[in-house]
């Protein structure tokens, strides 16, 4: 079985354990399957993040004699986003996200089954066979919050 494969099986098996509320904790948008419009905290599924209309950016031209009107998006972070950085059994570290509420109550249960996880996500999103060589097999000891409310903690 490749590393690519056994990182998959974690993902499985972490689904199928049921721990985390959100396993599909990224959600793309309905029309434009390239944007994330929601991110949830794999834990408790609360929102962390959400795409928002950025008031700064409107623009309105007229083309072909019709008033088009352009709105920024942004992925913006709710008041309950929080980063932790994950340390490995090889040393390594790893930034990653979850809710304040949940980051300080993470087992090392959750942190494996959201490392599962995000290794299911980068392997759709494209990641190649070297990269599963070198991260699938880590194992998650611990974990600390970095940033919260908007800054470091």
């Known amino acids: 079985?490749?590393?690519?494969?056994?990182?998959?099986?974690?993902?499985?098996?972490?689904?199928?354990?049921?721990?985390l509320k959100?396993?599909?904790?990224?959600?793309?948008?309905?029309r434009a399957p390239s944007l994330v419009e929601k991110?949830?905290?794999r834990v408790c599924g609360d929102v962390v993040k959400e795409l928002i209309m950025d008031e700064n950016y409107i623009d309105t031209r007229t083309i072909n004699g019709q008033v088009v009107k352009t709105v920024g998006l942004v992925l913006a972070e709710s008041s309950e986003y929080a980063e932790i950085e994950l340390t490995f059994d090889d040393g390594?570290?790893?930034?990653?996200?979850?809710?304040?509420?949940?980051?300080?109550?993470?087992?090392?249960?959750?942190?494996?089954?959201?490392y599962a996880l995000d290794l299911e996500l980068w392997n759709a999103e494209g990641a190649p066979e070297e990269f599963f060589?070198?991260?699938?097999?880590?194992?998650?000891?611990?974990?600390?919050?970095?940033?919260?409310?908007?800054g470091p903690v």
Do not use: N, W
Not at 92 to 107: E, I, R
Not at 133 to 150: C, E, F, M, N, W
């Open 22 to 30: 959100k396993a599909d904790f990224v959600k793309k948008h309905e």
């Open 133 to 150: 060589a070198q991260y699938g097999s880590r194992k998650p000891l611990t974990s600390k919050v970095i940033r919260q409310d908007g």
């Open 39 to 41: 991110l949830y905290c």
């Open 1 to 19: 079985m490749s590393k690519k494969d056994k990182a998959l099986a974690r993902a499985a098996a972490a689904r199928q354990r049921g721990r």
């Open 92 to 114: 390594s570290t790893h930034v990653t996200y979850t809710c304040k509420k949940c980051a300080h109550t993470l087992t090392t249960d959750d942190l494996e089954d959201m």
